[in-house]
């Protein structure tokens, strides 16, 4: 599978991290584990599908997806290619009038958003394309042209910073003291911008952080106790449900390098 990274125009900087151009010639099914950013997504061609048990939901052509609770399995068609949005950690709140939050473990199509007009002209032009750069010329501006007032919040962003630099490990008490603020306000403003509490957010971090020293140490005490988790087993359980798989299968599953 090609998975090309772009860097977004200056102007959309502060809203999206990149864009990615994600291909696939052969059918295959894949997981996508929690991240801490909302995802848009455009298939220009071939098809991409959820897979949950047995229940195969094929996604819609052009959707947004919430931050998750866990890991997430995708199967995608033949011939199959997609333009990836994924927004800083604020930045879809300014394209969107609907409650970002409500997207928590949903994969939710953007003709629940936007006229449908719309979208069919945008897919018919991304469909046309003929190359990354000119697929990534038209998402861009049909992103500025939904651009709103930015939203902002320092606040926010202060928060966002602390659980980056504790590595995901630092207690909702502990960091609405260091706000000067209390946890019920802080969690309804991290919501309204992030799209989950700050609480998962930080289990995501965490979870990441761990997840990138995994292959580093034999340790799973010590990435438990470094990771802030009550213990092995409490470390093992979060670990499976993040990426549906235990540790010792999850290293036995990474691509060796």
């Known amino acids: 599978m090609r998975y090309d990274v772009f860097i977004p125009c200056d102007r959309l900087k502060p809203y999206v991290k990149q864009f990615v151009i994600s291909e696939g010639n052969d059918a295959q099914t894949y997981r996508v ?3 801490t950013s909302l995802v848009m997504g455009f298939q220009y061609q071939g098809r991409i599908a959820t897979v949950l048990g047995t229940t195969t939901r094929p996604l819609a052509k052009a959707g947004i997806t919430g931050i998750q609770n866990g890991v997430r399995i995708f199967k995608n068609e033949p011939a ?27 994969s939710v199509g953007l003709d629940n958003f936007l006229n449908c007009a719309l979208l069919t002209t945008l897919a018919d032009r991304l469909a046309e394309a003929r190359t990354d ?24 962003s202060a928060a966002i910073q602390q659980i980056y630099l504790t590595k995901g490990t630092i207690r909702m008490t502990a960091l609405a003291d260091k706000l000067c603020i209390s946890q019920s306000p802080l969690e309804k403003r991290f919501r309204r911008l992030v799209g989950t509490s700050p609480k998962k ?57």
């Open 133 to 156: 750069q000119s697929r990534i010329h038209l998402i861009e501006q049909f992103l500025l042209s939904r651009l709103q007032t930015p939203k902002s919040d320092a606040l926010v």
């Open 80 to 106: 199959t290619g997609s333009v990836l949005v994924v927004f800083t950690e604020t930045g879809a709140a300014s394209f969107l009038n609907n409650p970002i939050h409500e997207l928590v473990g949903e």
């Open 201 to 257: 957010f930080a289990s995501i971090v965490r979870m990441q952080q761990a997840i990138s020293t995994l292959s580093t140490t034999d340790s799973l005490t010590d990435i438990s106790i470094e990771s802030g988790y009550f213990d092995q087993a409490h470390f093992i359980n979060s670990f499976k449900i993040f990426t549906g798989l235990t540790p010792t299968e999850f290293l036995q599953n990474m691509p060796k390098t």
């Open 33 to 35: 584990l929690p991240g």
